[in-house]
């Protein structure tokens, strides 16, 4: 079964630019969440999606948003990119329950210059 | 407010020495408990998890750690470490929120041949 996937896995960006990053979760998994990986924060719970629908919110700007597809495929997007954003954004996705084990995928990582 | 805070940032031992790495959580009612593994250049990868039962649990690569609720506690522990252990070791916690984890800040392990 092919693990989750991150389009693209690299992007350099300059401050004030808008993003999207793609993620594509396991086969069957409804649930998708995103995270921010940073050497200074670690990692941050950004959001989860669940049936296309938002279920959980981290504590990040709405310049963050995400959203997902009837095919559970989940977009996030960062607008009026900030220096602060460069980071290592990861995606996991689970069938659909807290006990359920999040797969992650290889992450996007961004660089705003 | 949901925290997780991991004892150590940096272990370094030497092979077949014994590792304990610590993990608390603040308190939350139910909650659900993970260790995931980041090898260099690799992706987040479940080491073990607890839902219920058993407090001691066993994952994979002869990880095991043991949950102590009264103590707010899921420490990882290993009785022999290898050099292949060099890794960065996250400890999260679901506080019943979907599919939301919180994560510890990690400690990197290094593991000297």
């Known amino acids: 079964k092919a693990g989750v996937t991150q389009t693209p896995r690299y992007l350099i960006k300059t401050r004030g630019q808008q993003v999207t990053l793609s993620c594509s979760p396991i086969s069957g998994h409804r649930s998708v969440s995103w995270y921010q990986q940073t050497p200074g924060q670690g990692l941050q719970f950004l959001f989860e999606y669940f049936s296309e629908t938002q279920r959980n919110k981290g504590n990040f700007p709405g310049r963050f948003s995400g959203r997902q597809f009837s095919n559970s495929r989940s977009e996030m997007n960062v607008s009026t990119l900030e220096l602060g954003d460069s980071a290592l954004y990861l995606c996991?996705?689970?069938?659909?329950?807290?006990?359920?084990?999040?797969?992650f995928g290889p992450g996007t990582r961004l660089l705003v210059l | 407010a949901q925290s997780v805070s991991q004892h150590n940032h940096h272990v370094i031992l030497s092979e077949a020495a014994s590792l304990e790495l610590g993990c608390n959580y603040s308190?939350?009612?139910?909650?659900?408990l993970f260790w995931y593994v980041q090898y260099p250049g690799q992706h987040l990868q479940l080491l073990l998890k607890?839902?219920?039962?058993?407090?001691l649990v066993k994952g994979i690569k002869g990880f095991e750690a043991e949950f102590i609720k009264s103590k707010f506690s899921f420490n990882l522990r290993k009785p022999s470490v290898q050099w292949s252990d060099t890794a960065e070791y996250f400890c999260a916690v679901n506080y019943n929120q979907g599919g939301k984890l919180i994560f510890g800040q990690g400690t990197e392990l290094s593991v000297k041949p």
């Open positions: 308190y939350g009612g139910t909650v659900n």
């Open positions: 607890y839902f219920s039962g058993d407090p």
């Open positions: 996991a996705s689970s069938f659909w329950d807290r006990q359920e084990t999040q797969y």
